[in-house]
Structure formats: C-alpha cells, structure tokens
C-alpha cells in the first residue's frame, strides 16, 4: 500500500511541468490574444464617418460609411476606395507638421516640410565632398 501511494505522488510530480507550462502558455500567449482581438473589434465597431485610419496595407484615408463590415474611405480627394473593416489597423490622431523654424504647416501642404528641406540642402559637390575622384585622377596622372 505504501508503494502505491508513493508512485501516485511521483506522477503528480512528474505531470507538475506540464501543467505548468500549459498555465504559462494561456497567461502568456492565449490571454493577450484575445484581448488584442477585443479591442480590435471594439475599435472596428466604433468607426464613424470622419474618423481617420491607416489600412494593414498602409494605406491613409478618412472613413466616409460604415456599412456592415465593408467601409468606404477617401484616400485622397475624390478618390474613394471600399475595403473591409479587417482590413482597418488602426485610428490615426490628427496632428499638426511643424517645420524646422517651429512654423506650424497647413494640413492642405503636408508635403511643405519637405519641400522646405530638399530645398536647403547643398549638392555633395557644393558642400566640398571628394568621394575619392582626385585620389584616382593622380592615380592615372
């Protein structure tokens, strides 16, 4: 008798691993899982009209109808496009560009900033940059 209850101990013991890692898989992977799947269908329900967002492909575009899973976004003016709300990654905040001389840029010109920057920039020739051409000129000289 004392045999049998001192091999029904070492079974729990040597289950004890496993159930731990099943434990530690569910409240590492399992668990956040479904909470990001949550609020990503949270998010997917509340898109309204005007609300802005960027596609898993990367896309930008303002949200135009929300019509039972498929939405009509407006990537640029004039140009519609349907996707499905899956498709939606995540809600952009509106922000304002600022340029290099603190200057706020009108959401109309948000390329401004970087017109402004290629602009200034000086050629590599201008600046004084040799990348090596007098080295091989000598060279052949």
Request: glycine residues 6%; negative net charge.
């Amino acid at each position: 008798m004392i045999l049998a209850a001192e091999s029904q101990g070492n079974a729990l013991v040597s289950f004890l691993p496993l159930i731990l890692i099943a434990v530690a898989f569910y409240f590492f992977l399992i668990r956040p899982q479904k909470k990001r799947q949550q609020d990503q269908q949270k998010m997917q329900s509340a898109l309204a009209p005007g609300t802005r967002i960027v596609t898993a492909g990367g896309i930008y575009g303002t949200v135009l109808d929300n019509d039972e899973g498929d939405l009509l976004l407006e990537i640029a003016e004039g140009v519609e496009i349907r996707i499905l709300a899956q498709a939606v990654m995540k809600v952009v905040e509106d922000v304002e560009l600022v340029d290099s001389d603190d200057e706020a840029v009108d959401e109309a010109e948000p390329n401004a900033v970087e017109t402004k920057a290629v602009e200034d920039e000086e050629t590599p020739e201008a600046a004084g940059v040799d990348f090596g051409k007098s080295e091989k000129t000598a060279d052949k000289a």
